[in-house]
């Protein structure tokens, strides 16, 4: 791409996500790869390719993750293992990609969470055995099991005559980071933006607020970095955040006004399931034939968006027999 930067790409071993770019810096003593792809057989192979090529061993190199999902770090374990040293924000570390935690190790657990959504008990177990099929990846994940070294945003990282600064940009996750070199005026920022569709905010739990905090990352780089070009994970990169954040604004601000409505129909409180439904028009049981993919996605973005009425005050949320509910407080208006 640039001297002492090289690019590639891996692919995920089936087509239910997009290949990730793999960014390596040639420097002395040490070089940097950005972030490692999932843990495949085409990964690694591509990994393993730029290296051998470049002729850069693994315990010169050291692994720079934008966050803890498994397209993201889903390498980290087999690097460290080999020699790589891994950077990685400290907070960052339990993320994984548990998607409104339906990933987590114990089948037990998981089922409780979606219980804790509203799903009935079939649904429950549809997801579960839907989501933790192969082909999706995101069954697990490395979940932080393996050593690393803190990093934190500010600092500055020195690579291949480039100096590289920790970049805060909470939102896909709370704790993603980013690399920005102010010099050329690029930005590596993993799944914060991109130019061909909306990304996802991976909540949780309740209470994560990711949504205001990606919101504020986007104010951020349409000022601090308007001028700069974004390199994505995904997708290609783009000069300038300011169209692809304002899709992305367009977008939260259109599910919130249809969370809102929901909640404000009728006036029971109503789980995360049921302001799916009604977001997303799905009959009580089609759900169940859903592509798992999207509904992971409508789901974390939901759940991201019911949080954000609750910032606002425009919602409340309650817990009764284990199962959270929300309710409209007061009417919203949206401009």
Known sequence: MFENIYQEKA????????????????????SLLIDTGFATAESQAAVLGMLRELQIPLSSLDVFLTHNHPDHAGLAPFLAAEGARMLMKREEK???????????????????????????????????????QEKYRYNGGPGGKFPFTDV??????????YTLEVVDLAGHTPHQIGLADRQHRWLFLGDTLSKRQVLILSAREAGENLLSKHLRTLERLETEFADFW??????????????????TRRYFAHILEKCAAALEEGSAGKTLAQVLRMVFRYTEHSVLEEEMLRLHFRLSN???CLDELVCRGLAARRETDGVWFWEAVQPAYFS
């Open 152 to 161: 934190r945003p500010g600092e500055r990282l020195r690579y291949g005559g």
């Open 11 to 30: 692919g995920c071993g089936g087509s239910q996500t997009r290949p990730s770019n793999l960014y390596l810096i040639r420097g002395e003593p040490r």
């Open 302 to 304: 939901t759940l991201a």
């Open 94 to 132: 339990d993320t994984c990609a548990m998607l409104c935690g339906y990933f987590l190790d114990s089948r037990e657990e998981s089922l409780r969470r979606l219980r804790q959504h509203g799903w009935n008990e079939k649904e429950a177990q549809w997801i579960l055995q839907q989501g933790r």
């Open 230 to 247: 974004m390199i994505p994970t995904h997708y290609a990169p783009f000069y300038g955040p300011k169209k692809a954040a304002e899709n």
